[in-house]
């Protein structure tokens, strides 16, 4: 019986020690390989910042106005630029001369509920490629 018992200890033992290191071989985390995130960073980061932004390809652009294409609204999209409307090129303070039709853009816009217009409060690009073109 005492032989039977430490059978069963060494077996249930041994399970454990072999769950534990199919357990522990999983969390290992694989070495930073260079340029493995992509050219600006992670894919799922990016994804997630910009998830309430406006995506769109600009098709004319105005003294106070963006036209873009291929937004979520549908195409020929007008979003209004105020004095305040921050423009960003590759994580740096850019300006409304350095658009260029074709550019892609990521818009963070507000409605104003009364006119059902879209106001820019921030437009981004150097996310992705720097145009359709590219």
């Known amino acids: 019986m005492k032989t039977k018992g430490i059978s069963v200890l060494a077996c249930g033992l041994l399970g454990c020690f072999l769950v534990s290191g199919a357990a522990w071989a999983q969390t290992i985390e694989a070495p930073d390989a260079p340029g493995a995130t992509g050219r600006l960073e992670n894919a799922i980061s990016v994804a997630g910042k910009y998830q309430n ?3 769109g390809v600009i098709r004319k652009i105005g003294k106070d106005e963006l036209i873009l294409d291929k937004t979520r609204f549908g195409n020929g ?3 209004k630029l105020e ?3 921050k423009f960003v090129d590759n994580g740096k303070r850019s300006k409304l001369a350095d658009l ?3 550019d892609m853009v990521w818009v963070d816009a507000k409605m104003k509920k009364k006119t059902n217009e879209k106001i820019a409060r921030k437009v981004i690009t150097g996310v992705g490629p720097k145009s359709v073109s590219q």
């Open 53 to 55: 932004y406006v995506y």
């Open 77 to 79: 999209q007008v979003f």
């Open 83 to 85: 004095h305040n409307t």
């Open 100 to 102: 260029k039709v074709g």
